[in-house]
């Protein structure tokens, strides 16, 4: 059982979930509603759908009449019983309903920020790190999220399921005994049914030097019934650890806290990644709950992202200064397990970039000029005899 504290947002209502039952003509029935394959087929993806459970702006009408030509909209029955049906500036609505601005090029905007594709040496491989490499696993995932780094990738049918490349990210890896680590991401890798993603979890597992292997999934917070017993097992059998994406702490509903307790109890280590975005989360209030949620929830916050310049995407972008002063007002003043580490990664494939405020203010012959969270200023003396 969760406990009363763990979440403590309203549930949703039944009527919410009849009213998006019905633009399939279907009844509400709470064991399709909490079948994750029912879930998948019932996703929202176009405007007429939209138009009948949420008030959308002329923005949104705009955005959703245009841009799935760019990139795919989509949102689960699940996700789409949480957006605010009055309010356009629903901080979970901003995230997956497009809008006008996505058809809007700032200067900086790329197609292909980090610079994945220059450095693939194998179809859906990025090996950028060292002892690290990204295998992006499919093209789809359960929703959309307006600002994803990999729209050019995501969504648009040219990537062939791992299942039909992974002969040949097999051979990559096994030649490559410096790489220890892999990170599969995507597309969302826990769309993939148990049996495929045991077979994959199995092959990257029988490699010596893989010591180390992370999905990357947004699964989670989209679509929570996923995260059945048997999937647990198939994670813990191949001692994965999971990175999910919350950028809300509207996204830590009942159902997201039950999803988290089976990972958690099945021994799966949870981390969780969060795109600061504008009018989304950047402030230090929601920040702060969203992070102090995921700790109820046994999920540590690893990194927050400055948003990437992907094309379409500079409404939802903040500037740097905006983040160093957010992650300021949490580092100290919250225990650091609340306090994920701020990155910008490098455009043009420079790899992830840690910032924050300066605290080493000056370190020479021995002496560090430290600067604390409070602002005030302390030394440190290496030890004279080395
Ligand atoms: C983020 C990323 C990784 C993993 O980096 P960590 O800092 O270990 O989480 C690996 N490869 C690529 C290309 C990445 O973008």
């Known amino acids: 059982m969760i ?3 763990v979440v403590d947002k309203p549930v949703v209502t039944t009527t919410r979930r009849e009213e998006i039952c019905q633009i399939f003509g279907e009844t509400y029935n709470p064991e399709l509603w909490n079948d994750w ?3 998948m ?8 759908h939209f138009q009948q459970v949420l008030r959308l702006t002329p923005a949104e009408e705009k955005g959703l009449a245009i841009a799935p030509e760019k990139f795919a909209v989509a949102v689960t029955p699940y996700f789409a019983s949480l957006l605010d049906s009055e309010d356009p500036l629903c901080p979970l609505r901003l995230q997956v309903i497009p809008r006008s601005e996505e058809l809007l090029v700032d200067a900086a905007d790329m197609v292909d920020p980090c610079g994945e594709d220059h450095d693939s040496p194998v179809a859906g491989l990025v090996h950028r790190y060292p002892d690290r490499v990204l295998l992006l696993a499919l093209d789809s995932c359960a929703a959309y999220c307006r600002y994803c780094t990999r729209s ?6 040219e990537m062939y399921p791992v299942t039909r490349r992974l002969d040949a990210i ?3 890896l096994e030649e490559h005994t410096e790489v220890r680590d892999v990170l599969i ?3 969302d890798p826990l769309l993939m049914a148990d049996e495929p993603l045991d077979k994959l979890l199995g092959r990257l597992r029988a490699i010596p030097h893989i010591e180390f292997v992370r999905i990357g999934s947004r699964v989670p917070s989209f679509l929570p019934t996923r995260i059945t017993p048997e999937l647990v097992a198939v994670l813990r059998k191949h001692r994965v650890w999971l990175s999910l994406h919350f950028c809300h702490v509207r996204e830590l ?3 997201v806290a039950q999803a988290c307790d089976l990972l958690a109890d099945g021994g799966i280590p949870l981390g969780s990644q969060t795109v600061l975005l504008k009018n989304v989360n950047d402030s230090e209030q929601t920040l702060k709950q969203l992070f102090h949620g995921l700790l109820k929830l046994r999920v540590r916050p690893y990194y927050l992202y400055q948003c990437d310049p992907v094309v379409g995407t500079s409404h939802l972008r903040t500037s740097v200064q905006t983040g160093i002063d957010l ?3 949490l580092r100290g003043h919250t225990t650091g397990y609340a306090v994920p580490t701020y990155v910008i990664d490098a455009p043009g494939g420079g790899g992830k970039v840690p910032i924050q405020a300066d605290t080493l203010l000056a370190y020479s012959n021995g002496t560090a000029k430290l600067r604390n969270w409070e602002g005030e200023m302390y030394t440190y003396v290496d030890p004279a005899l080395q």
């Open 41 to 48: 087929r019932h996703r929202l993806t176009k405007l007429e």
């Open 152 to 157: 050019r990738l995501v969504s648009q049918g």
């Open 170 to 172: 097999v051979a990559y």
């Open 185 to 187: 991401s995507g597309g």
């Open 327 to 329: 992650i300021s007002k």
């Open 253 to 255: 509903t009942q159902e």
């Open 3 to 5: 406990q009363n504290n």
């Open 37 to 39: 394959r029912w879930q």
